[in-house]
């Protein structure tokens, strides 16, 4: 079976946690210190467009015991010369990329330059190079230069312990596109927050797990204006959305209708209405649940101790009272994957909802991941002083 390599974006634990909740553990493993991960899957379970954690998806097409930069770029001439020879007629146009190692641009280039030379000499072939701007090329530059192409390539060079892996990429995360979903959307209303369409991905997805889109309905009761359910839909998932707001109903139904029209989708069902998440009745089935629930005030610098305290008692109380709800409603064994609040009281500190260590006596049991902790499934900025930390959880 091929093998695949996996590169995350900014916050590489979610990426992981990602891959791990629809692929198992046994099937990832983490490389490169955290910042990628081996995939033992065939090519066809692959739905890399689904994953909103992983920037880059390559193939593994070599391995070099050690890490000395001089072994590394004969590796990368070799794995070149290989797929060059392999290509259509016309000139190649070739990307490298490093992740862990400490090497600079210009050897970057020095790198570049020898396999573009090496190639000309031996393949008797053009080669345009793309000039790294850092160690690794980010996904406009591979776009851009049509590196996923037919007669592209881009080489993935990861250190991974006391190894090198060097792979060829097949895929790049499309930001041109989340870039329409997230600013072209007709309605959108900065007070309720913006959730990245990258994000919303990974919160299906931890709240789906291993089940596929087939056939699985995704409900978000905090559906805003309606990122979850347009990125569930996208996905392949029936989605049932409500809010307290009727205008935010309003929203996300305007939103779909814009989706469904830009990308072709025809009148695909799904089911919106208004209602309290404290206390509305849904319609079964409800197969899984993917929500940014409330978060609060959007605090731009640290409050007062005693407002804090006063936004950590109210969204605690929301969340409760939305949890002992739906409750009864669903079947044991329903997987929730909830963006709920947490708070940066100091650099990497933080403070969460007091109801996630009752969860149990709510008759909920949290998921626990076996390459990622708990206390890492968190997105956040440096600067920002409300998280959005993501809470696994199943009905008992």
Not at 8 to 24: C, H
Request: with cysteine; hydrophobic share 40%.
């Amino acid at each position: 079976m091929d093998r695949y390599l996996t590169v995350f974006g900014r916050q590489p634990a979610l990426g992981l946690a990602e891959l791990e909740s629809i692929y198992g553990p046994d099937r990832v493993r983490p490389s490169g210190n955290g910042t990628a991960a081996m995939l033992h899957i065939p090519a066809a379970e692959i739905a890399f467009t689904r994953l909103g954690g992983s920037v880059k998806l390559g193939q593994v097409v070599a391995e070099i015991t050690g890490t000395a930069w001089p072994a590394v770029q004969r590796g990368l001439t070799q794995a070149a010369l290989a797929h060059a020879a392999q290509m259509p007629e016309g000139k190649m146009h070739l990307g490298i990329s490093a992740y862990g190692f400490d090497v600079l641009p210009p050897q970057m280039l020095a790198a570049g330059l020898n396999i573009k030379k090496t190639i000309r000499q031996r393949l008797d072939r053009n080669v345009q190079l793309v000039p790294n701007k850092a160690a690794a090329l980010n996904a406009a530059q591979v776009i851009h230069h049509k590196l996923t192409a037919d007669t592209g390539c881009e080489l993935l060079v990861l250190r991974d312990n006391a190894r090198t892996i060097i792979a060829r990429t097949l895929h790049v995360q499309d930001i041109e596109q989340y870039g329409k979903r997230d600013y072209g959307r007709p309605r959108r209303d900065a007070r309720v927050g913006m959730l990245p369409p990258k994000l919303a991905q990974i919160i299906i997805n931890l709240a789906a797990g291993s089940r596929g889109p087939g056939g699985t309905t995704v409900l978000d009761p905090f559906c805003g204006t309606g990122v979850v359910l347009q990125e569930a839909l996208l996905a392949g998932f029936s989605i049932y959305g409500t809010d307290l707001e009727p205008r935010m109903v309003d929203y996300s139904r305007s939103n779909l209708e814009w989706l469904a029209e830009t990308y072709r989708l025809g009148n695909l069902p799904y089911r919106l209405e208004p209602g309290d998440a404290t206390l509305y009745t849904w319609h079964p089935p409800i197969d899984t649940v993917a929500s940014e629930t409330y978060l609060g005030r959007p605090f731009t610098a640290a409050p007062p101790a005693e407002v804090l305290a006063q936004t950590v008692t109210e969204c605690n109380l929301i969340l409760k009272k939305f949890l002992r709800n739906i409750l009864p409603q669903i079947p044991g064994g329903t997987r929730f994957c909830l963006a709920v609040p947490a708070w940066q009281v100091g650099p990497g500190k933080f403070r969460h909802l007091p109801l996630i260590d009752h969860l149990a006596d709510m008759g909920y049991n949290r998921v626990s991941l076996q390459h990622v902790r708990d206390e890492d499934l968190l997105y956040y900025r440096t600067d920002q002083i409300v998280a959005r930390q993501l809470l696994i959880i199943t009905r008992i």
